[in-house]
């Protein structure tokens, strides 16, 4: 059942980035409108557009992309649909991969790299100032300080407006904090998939976002078959109950679920609505 407004993102909650930007918990990420391998642009560019723009009726006002998207098809077909951005929108995008060819995704942490990543997504999205900028990896290549220490210049040069990093440690977050504020996480997670529950423990104590990406990422049988027993018993799909348990995780936690399709964002968005049982908690236990 949706909500009186029609919007089920509502449902979710919302969290705060930084001390500002309260978005509602159901996002949209934006990796999945672009070609195959995540190169060129999409199959149907008008249903990239149609999904761009049903993000927002639904009530999903955060969105998360990065330039290596394509390369740069996704912060440009956001641009294409969004901008002029409806005020209360947050776009995040990233840096720090290159790409060459489709799959492929090196690191690369240089100072000038970023620059150029930065100084591209700003034009892109046609914006002078980033909501949220995060750095894709730490790059064992380059000095950690270089990275960290242009993240903080382009900050108080006001590019960017809060940072966040992505497939962190904890002694990593500790490391970028004596840099800036880090208001974001955002690691792979899954109910079948939960090696950085201590990542999320210390997100939860110093009220940092934490954005599961591959949130619905395979798992093993045993993991289907207890999501399929509560997916039943709510009439929905396992999809919608990985993300319905992820949102009951943590209240840290921002979704982003990926799509091409209007009717997937739909079906991942209505997920915002379902109340798990205390049953369902039993079959699919919450982290610990």
């Known amino acids: 059942m949706q909500t009186e407004t029609n919007k089920p993102a509502l449902a979710s909650g919302t969290v705060t980035l930084g ?23 999409p199959r149907d560019h008008d249903e990239a557009i149609r ?14 992309t990065a330039d290596s998207y394509g390369p740069y098809v996704s912060e440009e077909l956001i641009a294409e649909a969004l901008h002029p951005y409806a005020d209360g929108l947050v776009i995040g995008t990233k840096g720090g991969l290159l790409r060459t060819g489709p799959n492929q995704w090196p690191v690369d ?5 970023l620059e150029e990543a930065l100084n591209g997504s700003l034009k892109r999205l046609k914006v002078e100032q980033i909501d949220l900028y995060q750095l894709h990896r730490f790059d064992d290549k380059v000095p950690s300080e270089e990275y960290l220490g242009f993240l903080q210049e382009a900050q108080q040069q006001g590019k960017i407006k809060h940072i966040g990093l992505s497939e962190v440690s904890v002694e990593q977050i500790r490391e970028a904090q004596q840099y800036f504020e880090v208001v974001s ?22 009220n940092i976002a934490f954005i599961p990406w591959y949130p619905l990422g395979g798992g093993s049988l045993g993991d289907e078959e207890s999501m399929r027993r509560v997916a039943e018993r709510h009439g929905t799909t396992t999809y919608q109950i990985a993300l319905a348990w992820l ?42």
């Open 185 to 206: 996480v955002q690691n792979m997670y899954s109910f079948s998939q939960q090696k950085w529950n201590s990542v999320l423990a210390y997100c939860e104590e110093n």
């Open 51 to 64: 999904v761009l723009k049903r993000c927002l009726d639904l009530g999903i006002n955060f969105i998360d």
């Open 109 to 113: 942490g240089s100072r000038k790299h």
């Open 19 to 41: 001390n500002d930007l309260a978005v509602n918990r159901m996002g949209y990420g934006a990796m999945r409108i672009t070609g195959d391998g995540i190169w060129g642009p």
């Open 247 to 288: 949102l009951a995780a943590s209240p840290v936690m921002l979704l982003i679920p990926g799509t091409s399709s209007v009717k997937h964002l739909e079906e991942n968005t209505a997920a915002a609505e379902i109340a798990l049982t205390e049953e369902d908690f039993q079959d699919m236990p919450l982290p610990q």
